[in-house]
């Protein structure tokens, strides 16, 4: 039950766009309530902890894609400066 939950959460575009690492599990649940796949996980606290699996692998994509970003611009800006340097004003 939990992995194909988990599989539907994370494969359900409608849920991934707004969903967002610092979603509450009451926000969602209020949102999905109606869902028969949230539905299909008897016990509230399974689901609120399937959720919270979910938020945390959310987090680490999220905190990734920044971390990769930044690494982006570092490289553009070290590269445009490098590339604005007459090579022999450098010494």
Avoid: C
């Amino acid at each position: 039950m939990e992995s194909q939950w988990m599989l539907q959460l994370k494969n359900n575009a409608n849920i991934n766009a707004n969903a967002k690492h610092r979603s509450t599990f009451s926000s969602f649940s209020t949102k999905w309530a109606k869902d028969s796949r949230f539905k299909a996980v008897e016990k509230s606290r399974d689901r609120e902890a399937y959720f919270k699996d979910f938020v945390e692998e959310l987090y680490k994509k999220e905190k990734e894609d920044k971390r990769k970003e930044r690494e982006k611009v570092a490289k553009f800006l070290h590269i445009s400066i490098f590339n604005q340097i007459p090579l022999g004003a450098i010494g």
